[in-house]
């Protein structure tokens, strides 16, 4: 390095999003201006939630289900009120009161409650939106006789005949595989949704 001279090596994005993994919250100072008026803020706070969600999940019909959020950072920035989403789409909390709680029971499970759960957490600072846990409910079972899609609570040739079709036909029912062969929806058509099948398939409920 010359003398009198000071370099500073440029930050990673990976660098940035590993700094601001252990921030709950944010304080400072900005003033903005235009050709008319100044305006600033001083000390204005941002507030940060960090929000464990389980991994991706299989389960059988009729199974109880609950997803639980843990709040592992962020508390302390409230108050804020909660609300699950599923698929994007806000649950009704008159229906099941649990929608606004961490914890989300969605009892007995059903094929509808497939599908990828968020929790959208509101304070005075605005909307923070977690990451989607998925659950997947008899994803082996997929399959009704005359190889026809559909749900029948068996796991037969038929299951195979849709699985195959659907996965070359790129359709939703056979993205149920991840890198490593780990059960998840990952977009992509590969060899990790036929060994996550094949896995459910025999796995009984």
Same mark, same amino acid.
């Given at each position: 390095?010359?003398?009198?001279?000071?370099?500073?090596?440029?930050?990673?994005?990976?660098?940035?999003?590993?700094?601001?993994?252990?921030?709950?919250?944010?304080?400072?100072?900005?003033?903005?201006?235009?050709?008319?008026?100044?305006?600033?803020?001083?000390?204005?706070?941002?507030?940060?939630?960090?929000?464990?969600?389980?991994?991706?999940?299989?389960?059988?019909?009729?199974?109880?289900?609950? @997803? @639980?959020?843990?709040?592992?950072?962020?508390?302390?920035?409230?108050?804020?009120?909660?609300?699950?989403?599923?698929?994007?789409?806000?649950?009704?909390? $008159?229906?099941?009161?649990?929608?606004?709680?961490?914890?989300?029971?969605?009892?007995?499970?059903?094929?509808?409650?497939?599908?990828?759960?968020?929790?959208? $957490?509101?304070?005075?600072?605005?909307?923070?939106?977690?990451?989607?846990?998925?659950?997947?409910?008899?994803?082996?079972?997929?399959?009704?006789?005359?190889?026809?899609?559909?749900?029948?609570?068996?796991?037969?040739?038929?299951?195979?005949?849709?699985? @195959?079709?659907?996965?070359?036909?790129?359709?939703?029912?056979?993205?149920?595989?991840?890198?490593?062969?780990?059960?998840?929806?990952?977009?992509?058509?590969?060899?990790?949704?036929?060994?996550?099948? @094949?896995?459910?398939?025999?796995?009984?409920?």
């Amino acid at each position: 390095m010359a003398q009198g001279h000071a370099y500073r090596r440029c930050a990673h994005e990976a660098e940035f999003r590993a700094a601001l993994a252990a921030v709950t919250s944010l304080q400072f100072r900005a003033e903005f201006s235009n050709s008319v008026d100044t305006g600033s803020l001083d000390n204005a706070r941002l507030s940060l939630y960090t929000v464990a969600l389980p991994a991706p999940r299989a389960v059988c019909s009729g199974e109880q289900v609950q @997803i @639980i959020a843990e709040l592992t950072s962020g508390a302390e920035n409230g108050p804020y009120t909660l609300r699950w989403r599923k698929d994007g789409a806000p649950m009704d909390a $008159i229906a099941n009161p649990s929608v606004v709680t961490l914890l989300l029971d969605l009892g007995a499970a059903a094929v509808g409650d497939a599908g990828r759960y968020d929790l959208l $957490i509101t304070s005075a600072c605005g909307e923070h939106a977690t990451a989607a846990a998925q659950l997947m409910v008899d994803p082996a079972d997929v399959g009704v006789p005359g190889g026809v899609p559909g749900h029948d609570g068996t796991r037969d040739n038929n299951d195979f005949v849709v699985f @195959i079709d659907a996965f070359f036909g790129q359709r939703v029912e056979a993205d149920v595989g991840s890198q490593g062969g780990q059960l998840g929806s990952d977009d992509a058509f590969d060899n990790n949704d036929f060994v996550v099948f @094949i896995d459910q398939f025999f796995t009984e409920c």
